[in-house]
Every structure is written in structure tokens, then in C-alpha cells.
């Protein structure tokens, strides 16, 4: 068949083809549950937090310092303790005393401004040095953000693409630059022994990561070790790759894919496509990458990495390699190579660089399994847990979903919003709070009318304190990405297994940690990869470990504050000491509209209560406002009275109660 006409075939193969699935699409198998309800179970065995702040803070020093006792361990130290315990309080003053040993150690936080609150805590705050990364800088202001590199856009297409930094700088800037003016490169000749850094300089490679002694990490770092490399269709094939060599032809068929599919297109059908997992082996296999001009280019204005091709090559021939063998072994495995439309994408994991033997991880919520893989050494957890000063009060009748509680795309104010603001407002006005905060979605919180609260939204930045004189915290709904997006993290994070997951989108009944005056418990239904660790470890990430965090943000564990928690999933990093529903709350019953009873109750708290006539008129079916007015005129200050004038049915009328 000659080039031609092989083309042809595969444009044609690629305007019909048609996806069966695809290994991260989740699948049902097991019922949907319409009407998941609350259900009494045997009472879950778990051990509650039992120490105040005093003792975390003691465990966690003494934990850290036998640590650094040890001359090499072989272990990561994971801290876990809440917002608010004074982890981090303790982190920079160990940092502190092992500089003035004359020990180098580096801090790695998830952002610039993380440095201040760093600064806040520290005994010797000029002995510390904020390691800047390439930036443009801010003319503005200057002396905050100041400019570090000339050509930030260029070099960071450059990295993007596959290359090494030092080759643009010397290339472009050239080596008497570097070392005499670059800002930038200056920074190495610091003297400083305690370094800030940020959580991509742990992945990404630091100028002096080799001479760290111990490294501190603060907060989640999952972001800084997911690579998801996008290479367009235009840039598959490098130019200058030999015209009769079969890596050649593989590529060009990639590209080819990439410009004309109209779907996504991974594993098996990929590999056919490729001329079958046994023609792709032999091809990765046979063909050893050169690192010469040809592929591996080289630059000397900065203009040149706009258009310089991807040194991809790598990565792509070893995943290949993979996936081909444990098609030919009969295996199902993750998918990893992906061809979309005008793209190539590489599911890859960053891993950390020249790593120090002590290294010491704060995160409140991190996860074992997660942190051994992104480290690969084994993780020995601390659990320095504390007593909340206040109540954890779960509303279990909603899930609060983000379509549910936002409407599409985030732009319509749904009824589940407007339910979900009824209760904040009636709670608040119950309990007297002052100082009230409500944390959810983006687009509720923005869109939020309930006066008086402090928003803030799920994944907002971490450690600060915004929230910390709440005497009430709501969190509203649960944040979940979408199950394509779990398992793409999974396919990252969990990156050397070539063990296909278990994609099965599963319900299964989970238990609140609580217990009830007569000693049952309480389930729920919640869906979830049951099936598979990984993928429900990265899940919880995102959702229960969210919501803990944000919870957590008004301090709960240094002084009385309330948690709210508007979602029925249950959170074991909050045990609830109250389970209620919305119309607990509202004094109403099932069946009843809470919008709607709240509009009742408003009328009726006006002028000479409210008639039956009168209710219809708020929209509430004529079949169910006499049974609305018997509830409302049931409850404590309300009575309700049947009016008779002349004949037909006597008019039944609600009012408040004159107090005598």
C-alpha cells in the first residue's frame, strides 16, 4: 500500500470512527438510587479527638525533632493537623534553629504570598530569603514584584515544550549575562540558609537543591506533580527526523490522527491505528532518540522558542512501549497516550528533585497512599488532631450538588440557592451569631443575598485567616470534579501502574461518625469509586478533604465557632454531634416547600395573619394551603381560627398569638 492511499484509508478509518468507551469513562453498574434517604445503622467505631491545641503542638514537635534525630531516614514525615493547631507556627521555628546550626533548609508553599504568613511567625525574619521565580515584574510596584528575567513568555514556552532552562539562558542571554546581571541567576549567591521556595521548585528542579539539608513542605502539593503535556498536531512530527525511518512514519500517523479525529482516541483503537501494538513495540524499541541538533534544538533569541518543536519523543516513545506491551500480554491498563482534536496529550508525573534525607510535610488532610507515590519513599504519618471548640451540625436531606445549588454554567439562581440561603438566615437568627461566615461554590456565594455573612469559596487559597473570627461557619454543598478528571489525576499521581482502574461508578452506604442518644448510628448512600483505592483517594481529595479544609478556616480548634455543614456526604474529618434536615430547621414537615412556607410565614407575621385566599395567592396549590395553615397554626405563637361569614365553608385564617 503505498503512502498515499494509506493516508486515505486512515482519514476515512478516522471520519467513522466511533468510541465504544473509553478506561476513564465511569460505568453504572449497580441501580441509580432516586431517593437516597438517611438510614439507622449499628454505631461506627472510631476514636474521637481527644487532646486541645496544647497537646497536638506537643506531639507534633516532639515528632519532628526525633525525626531529625535520625541521621537518614529513609521515611517522609507527613504531618496532619488542622488549620489553626500551630503546625506551621512550629515549622519555621525548627527551620529557624537548624539554620543557626548552619544547616540550609528550604520552605516549599502553593503560592508568592504564602512568604507573609511565613514572616509572621518567624523569630528571625531577615535571616530569610524569598527565592523569586522567572517573573516579568510589576512596574507598579516594583520592590514587591520585581522584574527577574527579560524574556518570562519565551522561556516559558521553551520549558513547556521539553527543553532545559540553563540552555535558553546561556543560548539567549549568554553566560557573562547570567552570572554578572541576571536577577534571576544572582539569586544562587545568596547566603541565606533559610530559603522560601514554592511547591513547583520541589518538581521543577532548584539552582541549590542539592545543597538543602531539609526540606519543610506546607499544604497540598498534588498540582506541582501532575503533568498533563498537550502537544499540537502541527508540532508531533519534529522536523528533521529521517524521511524512511518507521518512528517516522508512527509520528506522522499520530499527527494525522490528531488533525482529523473528531473524538478522543486511546488505548487499543490508538494502537491499531498505529499498525497494531506489535508494529508500535518493535518501532519504540528499535529507534534510540538522539540527542543532536536534529531533535534536540538549540536557540539564541528568545523569538526562536515560539515556533521551536516539542522534545517529546521521550516520553511518548516509553509510554508507547508500555501501553504495547500489556496489549500484547492481554492486559487492560490506563491510557495514557490520548489523541483529541489538533492534539497529542501525555498524562505524566513530575517527580521531585535532588531531595534532601529529612524531608517534613505539613498538609491537615493528606493522604498516605497519595504522598508515597508522588515521593516514592515510604510516608510515616503523624495524627495530631485536637478537640473542636465548637459544634459540627450536618443537614442531611440535600447533597447541594454545584448544578443543583448554581444552575447551568452557574448563571441561574436555583431553588436549592434560595433553600440553602432559607436555612442560613433562619440558623443565624435562631443562634445569634455575629460573626457569621458561608463558604460554597463560587457562584452561589457571589450570587449569595443572606446580609451580614463573610463568602468564601471552595479551593480558595489555604492558611490564611479571613475566616478566623466566625463564630459560625456554613459550608454549603460538596465540590467534586468531574469523574473524567479524577481519573486523569489517578492516571498521573498513581503513575507507574500499568493496572487498569476500576472505573465503575458505584453507591454504597457510608457511615457518619456519630451516635444518637439511644446508641444507632446513621448511613448514607453516596457514590463513589468504590471499586478502586486510587481513584477514591484522589475523589476524597477533592471532596471530603475540601470540605475539612474549609470548615477549618475559621479556627475551630482555638476557639468556639459552629460548622454548618449543608450536605448530606458524610465527612469523617468532621464527626457531627447533631444531624438535622432543612425543615427541622424551618419548623416544617416533609412534603413541605421550604421557599414556599417561608413566604407563608412572612405574610402571615404581617398586619391580621394571612387567609386561605391569601396563601393561594403565593402560588401554593389550593389543595395544600388549608394543610400549610394547619402546620404553621399548630406550631408555638401561632393560632388558627375558623371564620364562618354566611354560608359555605367557613375561612380559615393563621396570626400570631397576642401575648397577654
Known amino acids: 500500500m503505498t503512502p498515499t492511499s494509506r493516508l486515505t484509508k486512515l482519514v476515512e478509518w478516522l471520519r467513522s470512527y466511533k468510541p465504544s468507551s473509553y478506561d476513564w469513562q465511569p460505568s453504572l453498574d449497580e441501580p441509580t438510587i432516586v431517593n437516597r434517604r438517611v438510614k439507622v445503622v449499628p454505631p461506627p467505631a472510631w476514636m474521637p479527638a481527644v487532646g486541645n491545641v496544647l497537646d497536638a503542638r506537643r506531639v507534633i514537635d516532639e515528632a519532628i525533632m526525633e525525626y531529625l534525630a535520625e541521621p ?13 493547631t500551630g503546625k506551621t507556627t512550629i515549622a519555621v521555628a525548627i527551620a529557624e534553629s537548624l539554620a543557626a546550626q548552619g544547616k540550609r533548609v528550604a520552605y516549599a508553599g502553593p503560592r508568592h504570598d504564602f512568604f507573609d504568613d511565613l514572616m ?12 523569586l521565580p522567572r517573573q516579568q515584574g510589576d512596574e507598579e510596584n516594583p520592590l514587591e514584584h520585581p522584574q527577574t528575567c527579560l524574556y518570562t513568555e519565551q522561556i516559558g514556552k521553551w520549558l513547556y515544550r521539553g527543553y532545559d532552562g540553563m540552555d535558553f539562558c546561556s543560548g539567549v542571554c549568554g553566560w557573562k549575562y547570567i552570572n554578572e546581571r541576571c536577577r534571576y541567576h544572582l539569586q544562587k549567591t545568596t547566603r541565606s540558609h533559610l530559603l522560601f521556595i514554592q511547591h513547583n521548585h520541589v518538581t521543577m528542579g532548584h539552582p541549590l537543591a542539592a545543597s538543602f539539608d531539609v526540606l519543610i513542605g506546607d499544604e497540598n502539593p498534588i498540582g506541582a506533580f501532575c503533568h498533563r503535556w498537550q502537544i499540537p498536531s502541527k508540532y508531533i512530527l519534529p522536523g528533521g527526523m529521517p524521511p524512511d525511518d518507521p518512528i517516522t512514519e508512527l509520528l506522522h500517523t499520530l499527527s494525522t490522527m490528531a488533525q482529523y479525529a473528531k473524538t478522543v482516541i486511546a488505548g487499543e483503537p490508538l494502537l491499531e491505528m498505529l499498525g497494531g501494538p506489535a508494529a508500535v513495540l518493535e518501532t519504540v524499541k528499535a529507534y534510540n532518540i538522539p540527542l543532536d541538533a536534529e531533535i534536540y534544538t538549540s536557540i539564541h533569541q528568545a523569538e526562536e522558542a515560539d515556533n521551536v518543536a516539542f522534545f517529546h519523543l521521550p516520553a511518548l516513545a516509553t509510554l508507547l512501549e508500555r501501553e504495547a506491551t500489556c496489549a500484547l500480554e492481554g492486559k487492560k491498563y490506563p491510557h495514557r497516550v490520548i489523541i483529541s482534536k489538533e492534539n497529542l496529550m501525555l498524562l505524566l508525573r513530575r517527580n521531585p528533585s535532588a531531595l534532601p534525607a529529612h524531608v517534613i510535610w505539613l498538609d491537615a488532610t493528606g493522604r498516605p497512599e497519595v504522598y508515597h507515590r508522588i515521593f516514592s519513599r515510604p510516608i510515616q504519618v503523624v495524627d495530631a488532631r485536637s478537640r473542636l471548640q465548637g459544634k459540627v451540625i450536618q443537614v442531611v436531606d440535600r447533597a447541594n450538588g454545584k448544578q443543583a445549588i448554581t444552575g447551568p454554567g452557574g448563571k441561574v439562581h436555583t431553588e436549592h440557592a434560595r433553600h440553602a440561603e432559607l436555612v442560613i438566615e433562619q440558623v443565624i437568627k435562631e443562634h445569634e451569631y455575629k460573626h457569621p461566615s458561608v463558604i460554597g461554590f463560587k457562584n452561589f ?48 499521581i498513581f503513575w507507574e501502574d500499568d493496572t487498569a482502574f476500576d472505573t465503575a461508578w458505584i453507591i454504597k452506604d457510608v457511615p457518619y461518625l456519630y451516635q444518637d ?9 453516596v457514590s463513589g469509586f468504590w471499586k478502586d483505592r486510587r481513584l477514591q483517594a484522589i475523589l476524597e481529595t477533592i471532596r471530603e478533604d475540601e470540605i475539612v479544609q474549609a470548615a477549618h478556616r475559621g479556627r475551630p480548634v482555638n476557639h468556639p465557632v459552629d460548622i454548618w455543614l449543608l450536605t448530606n456526604v458524610p465527612v469523617d474529618g468532621l464527626p457531627p454531634d447533631q444531624l438535622t ?53 399548630s406550631q408555638p405563637g401561632w393560632e388558627l381560627m375558623n371564620i364562618k361569614n354566611g354560608p359555605g365553608r367557613p375561612k380559615m385564617v393563621v396570626k400570631r398569638k397576642l401575648d397577654i
Open 72 to 84: 537518614s531516614p529513609r521515611q517522609i514525615l507527613l504531618i496532619r493537623a488542622m488549620p489553626g
Open 120 to 131: 509572621d511567625k518567624a523569630a528571625m525574619p531577615a535571616s530569610w530569603y524569598e527565592w
Open 445 to 492: 456565594v457571589d450570587r449569595m443575598s443572606v446580609d451580614g455573612v463573610l463568602p468564601g469559596h471552595f479551593y480558595a487559597a489555604r492558611g490564611t485567616n479571613i475566616h478566623e473570627d466566625a463564630d459560625a461557619i456554613f459550608i454549603v454543598g460538596a465540590p467534586q470534579a468531574s469523574p473524567y478528571q479524577i481519573v486523569e489525576i489517578a492516571k498521573m
Open 517 to 525: 442518644e439511644n446508641g444507632d448510628g446513621r448511613s448514607y448512600p
Open 581 to 633: 434536615t432543612m425543615r427541622e430547621i424551618m419548623g416544617t414537615g416533609d412534603g413541605v416547600n421550604i421557599w414556599k412556607w417561608k413566604q407563608l410565614v412572612d405574610s402571615a407575621e404581617t398586619g391580621d395573619g394571612i387567609t386561605t385566599e391569601e396563601a393561594g395567592k403565593l402560588g401554593i396549590h389550593y389543595s395544600t394551603v388549608r394543610s400549610y395553615l394547619r402546620r404553621l397554626g
